[in-house]
């Protein structure tokens, strides 16, 4: 499948650790973003990746927040200090200059923050 | 910033029946609206999507029209079936790189 990987898919952890997500985008994707999804609600953005930089991040992206595209292909998304305001879907997606528009998604990590 | 409001929240219709979805925006200078479809567990996908320089699309059984006047957009899906039952978000550029979506339409086609 050459489809946007994400993983873990399921994370539980206790309030005040700290986690963090990857995401491989398909391949020749030069773009690279992070949402969240909460239950009953549509995907809000986080950051925005273009190739390694980091150009638009949301007021949403707390400074306990913090991602990374080191090479410009694979991204991480830690989170520290976890609180239970955090539980929530963590959806990657990625686009190409040509893509139209069109964002492809993984299918998302849930984080429980017990 | 970018505001999109979708209604209704919730949808159940007769398999072979439409339905259609309705979204507002806020910003005039929006250019571009996509529809994606989420089924359970999975991300969203893009399904249609209409830019401001025409007024309908159609793919087989899903079309979009755009008022830009008034500023929504709506989605309808004709003859529905079983499998579209899902979650559909519709969406407006905010920013030069990101997308607002709505908050999104649960609809149950009942067979």
């Known amino acids: 499948d050459t489809g946007v990987s994400q993983n873990p898919r399921h994370k539980i952890t206790k309030r005040g650790q700290n986690v963090t997500f990857r995401c491989d985008p398909i391949?020749?994707?030069?773009?690279l973003y992070w949402y969240r999804q909460t239950l009953g609600q549509g995907p809000e953005f986080l950051t925005y990746?273009?190739?390694?930089?980091?150009?638009?991040k949301s007021r949403l992206l707390s400074d306990r927040f913090s991602a990374e595209r080191p090479k410009g292909s694979f991204s991480t998304l830690e989170i520290q200090r976890t609180e239970q305001g955090d539980s929530a879907m963590y959806l990657c997606a990625s686009s190409s200059d040509s893509s139209s528009g069109e964002l492809f998604f993984g299918e998302g990590s849930r984080l429980t923050v017990l | 910033g970018e505001n999109v409001e979708q209604h209704p929240s919730t949808l159940s219709v007769q398999e072979g029946d439409s339905a259609v979805i309705k979204c507002t925006y806020s910003d005039s200078a929006s250019n571009y609206f996509p529809w994606y479809k989420q089924e359970l567990g999975k991300g969203p996908q893009l399904i249609i999507d209409i830019r401001s320089n025409v007024g309908e699309k159609k793919d087989q059984r899903i079309a979009v029209t755009l008022n830009k006047t008034a500023k929504h957009f709506s989605l309808h899906i004709t003859e529905t079936q079983p499998e579209d039952s899902a979650v559909y978000f519709c969406?407006?550029?905010?920013?030069?790189?990101?997308?607002?979506f709505g908050t999104g339409t649960r609809l149950t086609v009942i067979p």
């Open positions: 990746f273009q190739n390694e930089a980091q150009l638009e």
């Open positions: 969406a407006a550029p905010s920013g030069a790189n990101n997308l607002f």
């Open positions: 391949s020749e994707h030069n773009r």
